[in-house]
C-alpha cells in the first residue's frame, strides 16, 4: 500500500472572472485592518492596484503600497518590504501581480513572524511560525504561486535563486481572475503559459508525484495543450485566457504537493547567472530534457502525450516520444527565445557551467526527475540547448 501523503491547498480559492473583486471580503474575514499590497510599478500604474485598494478601503482596511518587485525578487525587495509593513504594523499581505510580487509578498509575509533572515529558511520545513495572513491575486497564468508552499528568493551576493518551502508560506486566500490576464502581451503570455506547463509536466513525471497531484496535474497539462496557443494568437479570447488561468492553478497546485524536477532544477541557475525570464528559461530547457528524461518513466510520459490531445501508439515510448515533439512544437509556434538569442554563448557557459550544475543538483528538483543526471549530463544538457 503507498505512503500517506498530505494535500495542501490555500483555505479559500475562488476561481473566475471578478474574483480579484473578493479582496475586501477576504481579507475582513482573515481579520486584517492594515494592509501591505506587495506589487510592482507596472501593476501600480494600470487600474489593478487601485482597484484593489478601493476594494479593501471600502471594506473598511486602511492600505501602503510597496510597488518595489520590478523583478525576480530578491533579498532587497524583502528587506524593502517587511520595512513597510513594520513601519505601518501592517497585519496583513496582499500580493498582486506576476510570480515575482507573489513570491516577493509570501517571503515578506513570513519574514514578518519569523527571526532571522529569508536566508535561513533555505530549503524545506524550517521556517517555525505561520506568516501574517496572506492573500495572493496572480496577474499572470504562469507560476500557480497564489496555490504553493514555495517562494524563490534570489540571493544576489551568491547568483543562486534560493528555493524555500513551508505550508506557513501557502497563501491563505487565491483570487484567481483570468480578466486581469486579459493584458498580457505576447511574449509574456508565451513564458507564463510554458512555465505553467512545465509545473504540470513535471509534477506528474516527479518521483514524489501522488494520487491527488496526478489528478490537478494531467487537467492541467490538457487545459494548457489546448488552450495556451489560442490566447496567445488572440489575446482577447476570454474563453482561452480563463481556461490557461485555471490550467496554470491545477499545475500550481499540483507541483506544490508533489514537486518540480530536472526542467526547474537546471532552470533557476539559467535565471540568477544570465537573467533569463524563469519562463522563458523553463520553456527553452523542457524538450531537451524530456527527451532525455523518458526512458525514466515511458509511462508517464505517454499519459502527458495522451494528456495533449495525442493517440496511443505502438508502445508507452514511442508515444511518450510523440508527447515530447508537441511540447517542442508549441515552444517553437509560441516564438520563445532561445538561449543563444537572449546572448548566452558557449564561451559565456564555459566558465559557470560547473557552478550552475552543482547548484542545479544542490537545489534537489532533479532528484526528483523520474530518470536522475548525473552533473557531467546536466553540463552536456546545458550546452546541448544553446
Ligand atoms: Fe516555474
Known amino acids: 500500500m503507498s505512503q500517506a501523503r498530505e494535500f495542501r491547498i490555500p483555505r479559500s480559492i475562488r476561481f473566475g472572472s471578478g474574483a480579484s473583486r473578493e479582496v475586501g471580503a477576504e481579507a475582513k474575514a482573515l481579520g486584517g485592518s492594515r494592509a501591505l499590497i506587495v506589487t510592482d510599478a507596472f501593476m501600480r500604474s494600470g487600474g489593478n492596484c487601485a482597484a484593489v485598494e478601493k476594494t479593501l478601503q471600502a471594506a473598511g482596511i486602511a492600505t501602503h503600497i510597496y510597488d518595489g518587485v520590478n523583478s525576480e525578487p530578491d533579498l532587497t525587495h524583502v528587506r524593502d518590504g517587511l ?100 493584458a498580457m502581451p505576447r511574449g509574456l503570455t508565451a513564458a507564463t503559459g510554458l512555465d505553467a506547463l512545465t509545473h504540470g509536466i513535471e509534477a506528474y513525471v516527479s518521483r514524489k508525484a501522488q494520487p491527488l497531484s496526478d489528478l490537478m496535474a494531467l487537467s492541467a497539462v490538457r487545459l494548457l495543450g489546448e488552450n495556451l496557443l489560442p490566447a496567445w494568437e488572440r489575446p482577447d479570447d476570454q474563453e482561452a485566457r480563463s481556461k490557461t488561468m485555471l490550467g496554470a492553478l491545477q499545475a500550481g497546485i499540483a507541483f506544490s ?36 528524461s523518458v526512458p525514466g518513466d515511458p509511462e508517464r510520459y505517454a499519459d502527458i502525450a495522451v494528456a495533449l490531445g495525442l493517440n496511443r501508439q505502438g508502445n508507452a515510448e514511442a508515444t511518450a516520444r510523440a508527447g515530447v515533439a508537441r511540447v517542442k512544437e508549441l515552444i517553437r509556434a509560441m516564438q520563445v527565445p532561445s538561449y543563444s538569442q537572449l546572448g548566452v554563448s558557449k564561451e559565456k557557459l564555459d566558465p559557470v557551467a560547473g557552478k550552475m550544475a552543482d547548484d542545479a543538483i544542490a537545489s534537489g528538483s532533479p532528484a526528483n526527475n523520474p530518470r536522475l543526471a548525473t552533473r557531467d549530463e546536466i553540463i552536456s544538457l546545458y550546452y546541448k540547448v544553446l
Open 257 to 292: 504537493n508533489s514537486s518540480v524536477a530536472l526542467v526547474h532544477g537546471m532552470s533557476r541557475p539559467v535565471g540568477a547567472v544570465f537573467h533569463v525570464a524563469h519562463g522563458v528559461s523553463n520553456a527553452a530547457l523542457l524538450g531537451e530534457v524530456m527527451d532525455f
Open 83 to 182: 520595512a513597510l509593513q513594520q513601519q505601518y504594523s501592517c497585519d496583513l499581505i496582499v500580493a498582486l501581480g506576476g510570480g515575482s510580487p507573489l513570491d516577493a509578498g509570501k517571503a515578506i509575509a513570513v519574514m514578518a513572524t519569523n527571526t532571522g533572515k529569508i536566508a535561513d529558511y533555505m530549503g524545506s520545513g524550517k521556517l517555525t511560525r505561520p506568516g501574517l495572513p496572506l492573500i495572493a491575486i496572480p496577474t499572470t497564468a504562469g507560476t500557480g504561486s497564489e496555490a504553493t508552499q514555495f517562494t524563490i528568493i534570489t540571493d544576489t551576493d551568491h547568483d543562486v535563486k534560493m528555493l524555500i518551502g513551508s505550508p506557513f508560506i501557502l497563501p491563505l486566500v487565491a483570487l484567481v481572475d483570468p480578466d486581469l490576464t486579459l
